[in-house]
């Protein structure tokens, strides 16, 4: 019987979740699919003008990457609390920061990754420049796993209530509003022939900043969802 | 390591270091008091004034009609519920200030099963074992499945097992583990004649090596040459 070491746990909690998930492709599938399905709409109902499209294009990505990552936040923590692995979890000798952290990071493999690395592809359909393709796959990769961590909050507080789904969203959708910002003022930024150097810093600020608190605090609310 | 002093946390390096330090020279046998300890679920007191202590060896069956308190109780000790009164000590410290290495000495086995359908039964194991902090290997893993009557089922997915089975996996974490404290919640549900006397085999075998156990059930658990202490809550 070997101690494990923190980075051992992280590595163990993000392995468990990706195979859980590999065992159960559909909730990938459906936060994916979703994505496509909102962004592939907007053409089709705002009609084929370049000009129009290539204008809100990184908005409609930004607001759609938004809102399917708010599909799967219930599930993060809701299998593990209905099944008894959460208290398992609590009473880890570790710290359940670091169990959090892990989940979260799986939660942005499967909900954030995949939807930054197909969106180059999306963005094809609103005649997007290489280069501003690029800043938005640049931009994805550096929000969106700030929503998955801001949403981890949201979703360890509304553990075990009652239309839960609806309410993360309503509580984590308002504190996501920077990252929309930033995240689509890269985009546009390029567009408008300026550097979106400033709009990446301050995302790449956000992710950090996240990455220190969001771990704890969600820690503390599954705690207090515990009792 | 902090201790709580009017309501805030503070970091207390003479405390920490003096704890450990007992710890280390003193080997001190570990054991569990309960003094005064009161509980609530919603507005309504469950039991109150609880006194009692578990040394190494020792069996405690917790008894009482359902909706008494057993499992508030068993879930107390863990530190999931804050008593309204009244408190917990394990090796004569509140185990709201051992923090994560009273955790590491205890092992706790509720209603739920935490093992994952998908996943199989050795997989299960594993990451039980991951959870609590240690690596096993697959030759312990699939050990202790097979001392739990698990033989040729450690790679199917546990969602084809029975229910029976599936406590029989969640139960195989007790044997890959080295707890001091066996908190078990109605360890005996779905288990047939068999699989009881293995679990009065297996916790004999645990006190036997100075562990300690404190259990529900409403079916009869004898350990021999044990006698069980009992603790009813009415």
Not at chain 2, 28 to 35: D, Y
Not at chain 2, 113 to 120: G, R
Not at chain 2, 200 to 214: R, W
């Amino acid at each position: 019987m070997n101690k494990l070491s923190l980075f051992g746990l992280l590595g163990l909690v993000v392995r468990r979740d990706l195979l859980l998930a590999m065992r159960r492709r559909t909730d990938v599938l459906t936060t994916l699919v979703f994505f496509v399905m909102v962004v592939s709409l907007f053409p089709l109902g705002v009609g084929p003008e370049p000009d129009m499209l290539r204008k809100m294009a990184s908005g409609v990505v930004w607001v759609a990457a938004l809102l399917a990552s708010m599909l799967s936040l219930p599930r993060m923590f809701s299998a593990d609390h209905a099944d008894g692995t959460l208290e398992q979890m609590m009473l880890a000798p570790q710290s359940l920061s670091v169990l959090v952290l892990g989940k979260i990071l799986a939660h942005w493999m499967l909900s954030g990754l995949p939807l930054a690395l197909i969106a180059p592809v999306l963005g094809l359909q609103f005649d997007m420049s290489p280069q501003a393709l690029w800043i938005l796959v640049l931009a994805l990769l550096l929000g969106t796993p700030v929503l998955s961590m801001i949403g981890a909050i949201g979703a360890a507080l509304t553990l075990g209530l009652r239309g839960g789904g609806v309410l993360v969203s309503l509580l984590v959708l308002p504190l996501c509003i920077p990252v929309l910002i930033f995240g689509a003022g890269a985009v546009e930024a390029v567009n408008g022939g300026m550097s979106a150097v400033s709009n990446l810093a301050l995302l790449g600020a956000f992710m950090l900043f996240a990455l220190v608190f969001t771990p704890f605090v969600a820690a503390q609310a599954l705690r207090i969802s515990m009792e | 390591m902090g201790c709580t002093a009017g309501g805030a946390i503070v970091y207390n390096p003479t405390l920490f270091c003096f704890r450990r330090a007992t710890r280390f020279f003193m080997q001190q046998a570990p054991f569990l008091e309960v003094k005064d300890l009161a509980c609530e679920r919603g507005d309504h007191r469950l039991f109150s004034g609880l006194n009692f202590a578990l040394a190494p060896g020792e069996l405690m069956q917790v008894q009482g009609p359902n909706g008494s308190g057993k499992t508030t109780l068993l879930r107390s000790l863990c530190g999931f519920v804050q008593p309204v009164q009244g408190t917990v000590h394990w090796n004569g410290q509140d185990i709201g200030e051992w923090d994560d290495d009273f955790h590491a000495e205890m092992c706790y086995l509720g209603h739920l099963n935490a093992i994952k359908d998908e996943l199989s039964a050795l997989e299960n194991l594993q990451m039980s074992a991951g959870l609590a902090g240690y690596t096993v290997s697959d030759r312990q893993a699939v050990a202790a499945l097979r001392r739990m009557g698990l033989h040729r089922r450690e790679h199917l997915p546990v969602r084809v097992l029975s229910q029976g089975q599936r406590r029989r996996v969640a139960l195989a974490r007790l044997l890959i583990g080295d707890a001091h404290l066996w908190i078990l919640d109605e360890p005996l549900t779905a288990l047939d004649v068999g699989a009881v006397g293995l679990m009065q085999e297996l916790i004999g075998e645990h006190l036997s090596k100075g562990g300690m156990t404190i259990f529900t059930t409403h079916q009869p658990l004898q350990v021999a040459g044990i006698e069980t202490r009992q603790l009813v809550l009415s």
